[in-house]
Each structure stands twice: as structure tokens, then as C-alpha cells.
């Protein structure tokens, strides 16, 4: 230990660091007594941990009590000047680990970009004493010898790599006796800022004259005469000049401005710049309300201050988003900053323009598709106040807000909303109320189909509940039609097995009146599974206990689940029949239908497969909003909330397979799909249509759906939650094991069911194998925990849970197994 540190008793101060790491707590360092002035909560320090790492961890807690388990390890080094988490946010990462049973590090990873993480490692770099000695090495440490030689530089790891864990400690003493190498700790910062160079004139040229008789010398270098009436043009224009500006304007090369430089005409200066440059127009817009959105808009006002949540349901295409937009206003014009959720990345594409003509550059948007320096960058923005209201899925609730006046989930019933993988488990949703609660903030609520359990909650009085049911300008909602696709018969022998005779029609007759289509199936690639018609027998992955799927664009078998690719199979393994057949259908199915049935329509398709870059949704939705595609094909992502004022059909064409999922809250989810979708149809005429394929027409979803009546909907569902005692009447907890061996993970099941079985106030289901038992050869068990609706149940069973996890998981051979625990999932 430093002597610094050592005997340090008196007035010795101690810091509880989170590292990235899955650890169950915090562990404490030392503060060495020159770092005490400096040191806060929230900035990041560096720390080892072991003999070889070096990590960046949150200083999360000062205090004075020495621990009295482990010998306590010096803090190295501050690295920030200011804290770059504030205290707020140290409380919700708490508050995130407490209730989605999460340790300090796993939040630490989901919160902080990636570039804000540092990771080091002890390296070893080639360094001889002597350059006149030949070396004799054992045969042991030749190989490093001769690896450090050449790349002068390794990592422990990449020592421990070449010679082995046996050999690490001989191989190491060899090389630092032979005085070869020198060893280095440091962190490596992987956020570099973004430069652009900038061109301005030398000084002495600052007055006319000098300026005159530059051009005159230069008279007879054309080239680089042409150079500086380009950028005297661009000084003019510009306050900065940059040089790829220059470049352009001139047509000249950077060697011929860097000749200028050279002659002392130039400077050339690095300057940061910024990531995060939007083209958009700010326009300074005054907000209209129709007769039914002021009326929504004082109930939400008045809502709001009786209390701090208030759910706004408002039927698709009633203009909530102007709602928001005052909201928002009248937030920032109080001086705080608003925070406006989305469930998906592809929603912020289309809002983004909306909101930028209000707000211009007060306006961030964050998400994952976002560099890591750029989202560093943005970071930055939010936590020195630049940024007055941000836009962005979940992910957005991490950031640095200093003080939050508002925030909006909009779409608040999207599943999306609810991380799965990796922990912590949250919900983005409840998790803000939360958050707003910190800041002493309020929170809004939107959506045209609400989630059962915030209807429940706004009708038992603990949200404000404001209603929207009219569209704007009183636009009509769309008439809705059911087809059986029972009529498809028809069409068979004519190939076409998809499009019914009613919906070929209306998708004719809406493109003559050079309106848009939109049709929707929840299920990508061509077909959703192959079967051989002798035996029934069916490609499986071998990876996962799942059918592959055939996509046509890459001619192969996909895995959904692990990623893998097979040829496709015309003859089967199983009778050696060649009778193989395409099974249900996909969106890249319909798709080459509807090219084969309408080739002069524009197609396009929304799906995973289609929006993996940058850029696709975005390009995608400029063309949908110009006119330029004629019908659009999508699974679930065309359904969240967009905007099309072109469009005046909407098509689903298998609501029986949307009924059919083996989960308590299908009628839920079935409802919302077809009602959202549904939305689509007519904003801006009031000519929409919507038509419905199905086999069971009678089923009562439908029926609510074609009534677009979400009260009768949730009357009859709530009834049966809480006759089966499922949300919003109970807590649910699902723990999942996973392992390579099915014994093993069944084993941990059931011992983790057995612990639980004695706890009062619960009732413990499973084990029972996962709905798709074995994913990447992971066998997959489940056991599910109702839980009655009092936090002290829920805790107590939380950390029995963890208990009892760590117990297993801590046992010889169980390093392996994967424990997983998910509150409130969805």
C-alpha cells in the first residue's frame, strides 16, 4: 500500500465505487488525503481491482465507516473535474437495481455510453536496458520474449494467452529480472472528440494595404490565388472558415492550402466541433387548438395539478402531439427541461422534424443507433443545460437531467417500453413516473389504447384521466369491414393465396384514386416455416427448439432466435420425400404477391430485415411522406404511431394468428395491434378503411375492434384479471434458468421453486420448460411467482430470490448457469 495511504487513521474519508461489473454492491476504496477536497459523488475514479484490472467507477457514496471484511485499496486517480452523474440519477439507478432486483453495475452499463466506461489493463512493454545483449530465455518464456519484441507491447491476458496460467508468474519474473520490459497501468479514454480544421488569415494580413499586396504576389500562382479569393468569399459569409468548406469553394487540393499555410499566408487550426448538427426549420409556430383539444388541454392542466400522473387517451389521429407540444412550452418557459419517451428509435425519425420547427437546438434526441462519441456528445448537452427537451426511446431516462419538469411516455401500452436482456429488467413507463417523482416533476401519459393496468390505475383515482376522442378538425375515424379468409379459395387456382377477393379490389381501387396502402402482418421473412407434406417432418435450427424461417432475399433457412442460416432442403432427411412445402407467410411473401398482382404499384417493406441500417427509417418514411411508395408492408414497426396523411387503406391479413398466443395478456396485445394499425387509416380525409382477414370473425376482440370501443374491451378484461388474480390485481416475477445441460438448469429450477413454495402471500407456478425450450443451445426453464400487491411481499420475496440465486449459482459446477430475473414482465 502506498505510504500515502498507509496509517492514514485520523481523518481518514472512504468512497463506495460502483464498477461496471456483476457485483452484488458497491465496493468501498480509500481516499488518499490530497483527493478528499477534490473528490465527489457522481465523478468517476480510478480503481483496481485484482491484480490486473483497472476499471472507471462512479463514486456513488463518501462517508467515513472503513470496512471491516477486506483491506481497504487507495482510489488511483479522479478523472473528472466534475461529477458527470448528479445525485438524482444516483438515486434512480438505485431505485432501478432495488425493484428490478439488479446489482449496482449491471445499471451502471445500461446507464453510462460506452465511451464513459474506461476499462484497463496491466501491459508490459518491450523496453531493453541493454541494446548489446543477447539474450538466453527458458523455453517457457521464449514465445513472449519473441511476441514483445515484435509488437512491443502485450496485455497480461495476452502474456497469460502465450504461456499459460501455469507458466505466468515464472515467464513474468524472468523478463522484468532480465530488465527487457516496463510495466504500465493506465486508463485508456475511448471518447475523442470530433475535430474539423479551420482556415484563417495570418495576422499581418489583417489591413487593406497587406491585403493588396498579397494579391499581387500572388498574381502569378493562379492556383493559389483562386484559394484565397475563396476564402476571402467565405469570410465574408462565415464567421469561421472550415476547410472542407475551402476545399469545395475553390476546387483546390489540401496540399496547395497547406503551400499557403507553409508561406505563412494561413493558419491551420483543430478545432472540436459538434456530432449533433440537425438540418432542420425553425419556425416560430403558434399552436391552434381544435374546440375538443382545448378542452382536453385545461382537463389535463387541471388534472396535473390535483395530481402528478395523468393518463391522456386520445383516439388515433386527435392530435395529442400538439397537446404535448404546449405542455412542453410551458415546461421549458419555467426554466426545466422535458424529457419525451417514444418505444421505438423509428417514432423520434418522424417526430424529430415536428418538433425541431418548435424548439430549434434546445431539442436532443438520443438513442442506440447513435455513435458513442456521439452519444457522449448529447450526455454533455443535457448535463450542462444545452439541451431543454430530449426525444428518445428508454434509453433516455439515463441521462444527466439537472431539473426535469415533465415528462411524457407517449405510445404508454408499447411492449417495447420493458427491457428483456440485459439487466436491469425495466420498465421505461413506470420507471419515469419514478424519475419524475425525484425531480418533483410531472408525467403524461398517452395513448389511443392504453394498457389495462394504467386504465385501471387512472379509474381508481391515482392518475388524472383525460379523454381525446375525436380526431382533428373532426376528421372521421376509419370504417372497418371483416373478411373471411375462408373466400381465399377463390383466388387459389389462380396462384394467389394471400390477398382476398374483397381486399384485392379496394387495394385497386384505392391506387386509381392515388392513395396509399398500408398491410400489415406480424411475421417477417417469406415463410414462417417449411413442411414436408409425406411425414410432417419440419427444418428445425439446431441451435434453438425452433422452426427456420425461409427468407427469399438470401434464399436460406433464418433462425429468428440464434441468427443461423441453412440452405434450403429439397429433399427431406426424415422419408427422403421431395414433397416440401412453404407453410403460413411472411412480410417478404406478400410483398412479391402484391408485386406479381399490381407490378406498376411502388412496394416497400417495414420490417427487422429491412431497417438494420442508419438511415433506412428514415430514408423509408421521406418516401412514404412524398408520395413516392404506393403500398408499404410491415410487421409491428408500421403500427407504432406514425403518420401518413397519404394513407387510405389499411390491411391485416391474418388476425387469427395475432388471437392465437399463448399468453395472458394476448387479448390486450391483439387489440391494440389491430386498433393501432387501424389508426393509420385517414388522418387527414376522414376516407379511411380498414379490412380485417380472419377466420374467426366472431371473436370478440374483433368485434371491439371494429367498434373501436377500448371501454368495452377493458371492462371485459379486467373482469378476467381479476378472476385469474393476474396485473393489474397481482405482481408477476419470472425466473429463468439457463444452461447447456437440461438436468442442470432443471435442477436449479425446481430447488429455486421448492425455497419459494414456503413464503406466504405468493403462489409459485413451474418449473416448465420456456415457450421455445432451448435457444444457442441453452436449455431454458421458468418459474413464475405471483405476488400479492404489497411491497413487503414483493421485497421479501425479491431478496429471497437473490438469495437463493446467489446460493446456487456460488455452488462447484454451477459457473455455467445463467440465472435471470425479470419483476413485472411484459
Given at each position: 500500500?502506498?505510504?500515502?495511504?498507509?496509517?492514514?487513521?485520523?481523518?481518514?474519508?472512504?468512497?463506495?465505487?460502483?464498477?461496471p461489473?456483476?457485483?452484488?454492491?458497491?465496493?468501498?476504496?480509500?481516499i488518499?488525503?490530497?483527493?478528499?477536497?477534490?473528490?465527489?459523488?457522481?465523478?468517476?475514479v480510478?480503481?483496481?481491482?485484482?491484480?490486473?484490472?483497472?476499471?472507471?467507477?462512479?463514486?456513488a457514496?463518501?462517508?467515513?465507516?472503513?470496512?471491516e471484511?477486506?483491506?481497504?485499496?487507495?482510489?488511483?486517480?479522479?478523472?473528472?473535474?466534475?461529477?458527470?452523474?448528479?445525485?438524482?440519477?444516483?438515486?434512480?439507478?438505485?431505485?432501478?437495481?432495488?425493484?428490478?432486483?439488479?446489482?449496482?453495475?449491471?445499471?451502471?452499463?445500461?446507464?453510462?455510453?460506452?465511451?464513459?466506461?474506461?476499462?484497463?489493463?496491466?501491459?508490459?512493454?518491450?523496453?531493453?536496458?541493454?541494446?548489446?545483449?543477447?539474450?538466453?530465455?527458458?523455453?517457457?518464456?521464449?514465445?513472449?520474449?519473441?511476441?514483445?519484441?515484435?509488437?512491443?507491447?502485450?496485455?497480461?491476458?495476452?502474456?497469460?494467452?502465450l504461456?499459460?496460467?501455469?507458466?505466468?508468474?515464472?515467464?513474468?519474473?524472468?523478463?522484468?529480472?532480465?530488465?527487457?520490459?516496463?510495466?504500465?497501468?493506465?486508463?485508456?479514454?475511448?471518447?475523442?472528440?470530433?475535430?474539423?480544421?479551420?482556415?484563417?488569415?495570418?495576422?499581418?494580413?489583417?489591413?487593406?494595404?497587406?491585403?493588396?499586396?498579397?494579391?499581387?504576389?500572388?498574381?502569378?500562382?493562379?492556383?493559389?490565388?483562386?484559394?484565397?479569393?475563396?476564402?476571402?468569399?467565405?469570410?465574408?459569409?462565415?464567421?469561421?472558415?472550415?476547410?472542407?468548406?475551402?476545399?469545395?469553394?475553390?476546387?483546390?487540393?489540401?496540399?496547395?492550402?497547406?503551400?499557403?499555410?507553409?508561406?505563412?499566408?494561413?493558419?491551420?487550426?483543430?478545432?472540436?466541433?459538434?456530432?449533433?448538427?440537425?438540418?432542420?426549420?425553425?419556425?416560430?409556430?403558434?399552436?391552434?387548438?381544435?374546440?375538443?383539444?382545448?378542452?382536453?388541454?385545461?382537463?389535463?392542466?387541471?388534472g396535473?395539478?390535483?395530481?402528478?400522473?395523468?393518463?391522456?387517451q386520445?383516439?388515433?389521429?386527435?392530435?395529442?402531439?400538439?397537446?404535448?407540444?404546449?405542455k412542453?412550452?410551458e415546461?421549458i418557459?419555467?426554466?426545466?427541461?422535458?424529457?419525451?419517451?417514444?418505444?421505438?428509435?423509428?417514432?423520434?425519425?418522424q417526430?424529430?422534424?415536428?418538433?425541431?420547427?418548435?424548439?430549434?437546438?434546445?431539442?436532443?434526441?438520443?438513442?442506440?443507433?447513435?455513435?458513442?462519441?456521439?452519444?457522449?456528445?448529447?450526455?454533455?448537452?443535457?448535463?450542462?443545460?444545452?439541451?431543454?427537451?430530449?426525444?428518445?426511446?428508454?434509453?433516455?431516462?439515463?441521462?444527466?437531467?439537472?431539473?426535469?419538469?415533465?415528462?411524457?411516455a407517449?405510445?404508454?401500452?408499447?411492449?417495447?417500453?420493458?427491457?428483456?436482456?440485459?439487466?436491469?429488467?425495466?420498465h421505461?413507463?413506470?420507471?419515469?413516473?419514478?424519475?419524475?417523482?425525484?425531480?418533483n416533476?410531472?408525467?403524461?401519459?398517452?395513448?389511443?389504447?392504453?394498457?389495462?393496468?394504467?386504465?385501471?390505475?387512472?379509474?381508481?383515482g391515482?392518475y388524472?384521466?383525460?379523454?381525446?376522442?375525436?380526431?382533428?378538425?373532426?376528421?372521421?375515424?376509419?370504417?372497418?369491414?371483416?373478411?373471411?379468409?375462408a373466400?381465399?379459395?377463390?383466388?387459389?387456382?389462380?396462384g394467389?393465396?394471400?390477398?382476398?377477393?374483397?381486399?384485392?379490389?379496394?387495394?385497386?381501387?384505392?391506387?386509381?384514386?392515388?392513395?396509399?396502402?398500408?398491410?400489415?402482418?406480424?411475421?417477417?421473412?417469406?415463410?414462417?416455416?417449411?413442411?414436408?407434406?409425406?411425414?410432417?417432418?419440419?427444418?428445425?435450427c439446431?441451435?434453438?427448439?425452433?422452426?427456420?424461417?425461409?427468407?427469399?432475399?438470401?434464399?436460406?433457412?433464418?433462425?429468428?432466435?440464434?441468427?443461423q442460416?441453412?440452405?434450403?432442403?429439397?429433399?427431406?432427411?426424415?422419408?427422403?420425400?421431395?414433397?416440401?412445402?412453404?407453410?403460413?407467410?411472411?412480410?417478404?411473401?406478400?410483398?412479391?404477391?402484391?408485386q406479381?398482382?399490381?407490378?406498376?404499384?411502388?412496394?416497400?417493406?417495414?420490417?427487422?430485415?429491412?431497417?438494420?441500417?442508419?438511415?433506412?427509417?428514415?430514408?423509408?418514411?421521406?418516401?412514404?411522406?412524398?408520395?413516392?411508395?404506393?403500398?408499404?408492408?410491415?410487421?409491428?414497426?408500421?403500427?407504432?404511431?406514425?403518420?401518413?396523411?397519404?394513407?387510405?387503406?389499411?390491411?391485416?391479413?391474418?388476425?387469427?394468428?395475432?388471437?392465437?398466443?399463448?399468453?395472458?395478456?394476448?387479448?390486450?396485445?391483439?387489440?391494440?395491434?389491430?386498433?393501432?394499425?387501424?389508426?393509420?387509416?385517414?388522418?387527414?380525409?376522414?376516407?379511411?378503411?380498414?379490412?380485417?382477414?380472419?377466420?374467426?370473425?366472431?371473436?370478440?376482440?374483433?368485434q371491439?375492434?371494429?367498434?373501436?370501443?377500448?371501454?368495452?374491451?377493458?371492462?371485459?378484461?379486467?373482469?378476467?384479471?381479476?378472476?385469474?388474480?393476474?396485473?393489474?390485481?397481482?405482481?408477476?416475477?419470472?425466473?429463468?434458468?439457463?444452461?447447456?445441460?437440461?438436468?442442470?438448469?432443471?435442477?436449479?429450477?425446481?430447488?429455486?421453486?421448492?425455497?419459494?413454495?414456503?413464503?406466504?402471500?405468493?403462489?409459485?407456478?413451474?418449473?416448465?420448460?420456456a415457450?421455445?425450450?432451448?435457444?444457442?443451445?441453452?436449455?431454458?426453464?421458468?418459474?413464475?411467482?405471483?405476488?400479492?400487491?404489497?411491497?413487503?411481499?414483493?421485497?421479501?420475496?425479491?431478496?429471497?430470490?437473490?438469495?437463493?440465486?446467489?446460493?446456487?449459482?456460488?455452488?462447484?459446477?454451477?459457473n455455467?448457469?445463467?440465472?435471470?430475473?425479470?419483476?413485472?414482465?411484459?
Amino acid at each position: 500500500m502506498p505510504l500515502l495511504f498507509a496509517g492514514q487513521q485520523e481523518g481518514m474519508r472512504f468512497a463506495d465505487i460502483i464498477l461496471p461489473l456483476n457485483l452484488p454492491q458497491a465496493l468501498t476504496y480509500g481516499i488518499p488525503h490530497d483527493m478528499q477536497p477534490l473528490l465527489q459523488t457522481g465523478m468517476r475514479v480510478e480503481v483496481s481491482l485484482g491484480r490486473n484490472k483497472l476499471y472507471a467507477g462512479i463514486v456513488a457514496r463518501i462517508h467515513n465507516d472503513k470496512p471491516e471484511a477486506y483491506e481497504v485499496k487507495p482510489i488511483k486517480n479522479i478523472i473528472d473535474e466534475q461529477p458527470i452523474v448528479n445525485d438524482i440519477q444516483l438515486r434512480f439507478w438505485q431505485w432501478v437495481g432495488n425493484y428490478y432486483a439488479a446489482v449496482p453495475g449491471e445499471v451502471m452499463q445500461s446507464a453510462l455510453p460506452s465511451h464513459l466506461k474506461l476499462i484497463g489493463e496491466t501491459t508490459l512493454k518491450w523496453a531493453p536496458v541493454h541494446d548489446d545483449v543477447v539474450y538466453e530465455w527458458s523455453n517457457e518464456a521464449y514465445p513472449a520474449a519473441e511476441a514483445l519484441e515484435m509488437r512491443k507491447e502485450l496485455s497480461i491476458s495476452d502474456l497469460r494467452g502465450l504461456v499459460g496460467s501455469r507458466h505466468l508468474t515464472s515467464v513474468l519474473n524472468e523478463l522484468l529480472e532480465k530488465e527487457v520490459v516496463q510495466i504500465h497501468d493506465e486508463l485508456e479514454p475511448t471518447y475523442k472528440p470530433k475535430t474539423e480544421r479551420v482556415i484563417s488569415l495570418a495576422s499581418q494580413y489583417n489591413n487593406e494595404e497587406a491585403m493588396h499586396q498579397l494579391f499581387n504576389e500572388l498574381s502569378r500562382a493562379p492556383k493559389q490565388l483562386d484559394v484565397l479569393m475563396a476564402y476571402t468569399e467565405l469570410s465574408i459569409k462565415n464567421k469561421i472558415v472550415r476547410q472542407y468548406d475551402l476545399l469545395e469553394r475553390s476546387s483546390a487540393t489540401a496540399a496547395q492550402i497547406k503551400s499557403l499555410a507553409d508561406k505563412g499566408i494561413f493558419k491551420i487550426e483543430e478545432r472540436d466541433t459538434d456530432r449533433l448538427q440537425y438540418t432542420g426549420e425553425v419556425v416560430n409556430k403558434e399552436i391552434d387548438f381544435t374546440p375538443a383539444q382545448q378542452q382536453s388541454y385545461h382537463e389535463l392542466t387541471a388534472g396535473l395539478e390535483e395530481k402528478n400522473v395523468a393518463l391522456l387517451q386520445g383516439v388515433t389521429g386527435s392530435g395529442k402531439t400538439l397537446i404535448y407540444i404546449h405542455k412542453i412550452k410551458e415546461c421549458i418557459s419555467q426554466g426545466k427541461q422535458a424529457l419525451f419517451l417514444l418505444p421505438e428509435i423509428g417514432l423520434t425519425t418522424q417526430l424529430v422534424s415536428r418538433l425541431y420547427a418548435y424548439f430549434g437546438e434546445e431539442l436532443g434526441v438520443y438513442h442506440s443507433r447513435f455513435s458513442n462519441n456521439e452519444r457522449v456528445e448529447i450526455w454533455e448537452k443535457v448535463r450542462l443545460g444545452k439541451y431543454k427537451i430530449v426525444i428518445g426511446p428508454r434509453s433516455a431516462l439515463w441521462l444527466p437531467y439537472h431539473q426535469l419538469g415533465l415528462i411524457i411516455a407517449d405510445e404508454e401500452h408499447d411492449g417495447s417500453y420493458k427491457q428483456k436482456d440485459p439487466a436491469p429488467r425495466f420498465h421505461a413507463r413506470d420507471a419515469a413516473i419514478y424519475l419524475a417523482s425525484l425531480h418533483n416533476a410531472k408525467t403524461i401519459l398517452g395513448s389511443a389504447t392504453p394498457s389495462v393496468e394504467s386504465l385501471y390505475n387512472a379509474k381508481q383515482g391515482k392518475y388524472s384521466y383525460i379523454k381525446l376522442m375525436e380526431r382533428y378538425m373532426g376528421v372521421k375515424m376509419p370504417s372497418i369491414e371483416m373478411i373471411n379468409a375462408a373466400t381465399l379459395e377463390q383466388f387459389r387456382q389462380q396462384g394467389i393465396k394471400l390477398i382476398t377477393p374483397d381486399l384485392f379490389k379496394a387495394i385497386a381501387e384505392t391506387l386509381e384514386k392515388k392513395k396509399q396502402i398500408i398491410l400489415f402482418q406480424n411475421r417477417r421473412g417469406y415463410a414462417p416455416f417449411q413442411l414436408c407434406t409425406m411425414c410432417g417432418w419440419v427444418p428445425q435450427c439446431k441451435n434453438c427448439s425452433v422452426s427456420l424461417t425461409y427468407h427469399k432475399s438470401t434464399d436460406k433457412l433464418h433462425c429468428h432466435y440464434c441468427g443461423q442460416k441453412s440452405a434450403i432442403i429439397n429433399m427431406c432427411p426424415s422419408c427422403g420425400g421431395n414433397r416440401i412445402q412453404s407453410k403460413s407467410f411472411g412480410t417478404e411473401k406478400i410483398e412479391e404477391e402484391i408485386q406479381t398482382l399490381f407490378p406498376k404499384a411502388r412496394t416497400a417493406r417495414m420490417d427487422i430485415d429491412t431497417m438494420r441500417g442508419k438511415q433506412s427509417m428514415q430514408q423509408l418514411l421521406d418516401e412514404v411522406e412524398k408520395r413516392k411508395i404506393d403500398i408499404l408492408i410491415g410487421t409491428q414497426m408500421v403500427v407504432k404511431g406514425l403518420d401518413f396523411a397519404g394513407v387510405s387503406l389499411v390491411g391485416i391479413l391474418s388476425a387469427d394468428s395475432l388471437l392465437s398466443y399463448p399468453d395472458f395478456r394476448v387479448n390486450e396485445r391483439a387489440f391494440q395491434l389491430m386498433e393501432q394499425v387501424s389508426g393509420r387509416a385517414g388522418r387527414t380525409d376522414g376516407a379511411g378503411k380498414v379490412m380485417i382477414q380472419g377466420y374467426n370473425l366472431t371473436h370478440p376482440v374483433l368485434q371491439w375492434v371494429q367498434q373501436h370501443d377500448v371501454e368495452a374491451f377493458y371492462e371485459q378484461e379486467i373482469k378476467y384479471r381479476e378472476y385469474f388474480a393476474y396485473p393489474p390485481f397481482a405482481r408477476l416475477i419470472k425466473i429463468t434458468f439457463k444452461h447447456k445441460e437440461e438436468p442442470k438448469a432443471i435442477e436449479a429450477a425446481i430447488r429455486m421453486a421448492q425455497v419459494l413454495a414456503t413464503t406466504n402471500g405468493i403462489a409459485v407456478q413451474g418449473p416448465v420448460p420456456a415457450l421455445v425450450p432451448r435457444i444457442r443451445n441453452q436449455y431454458i426453464q421458468e418459474v413464475w411467482v405471483k405476488c400479492q400487491r404489497d411491497n413487503r411481499v414483493l421485497d421479501t420475496v425479491k431478496q429471497q430470490i437473490i438469495a437463493e440465486k446467489r446460493n446456487i449459482i456460488g455452488e462447484r459446477g454451477n459457473n455455467a448457469l445463467q440465472i435471470l430475473i425479470d419483476i413485472d414482465p411484459q
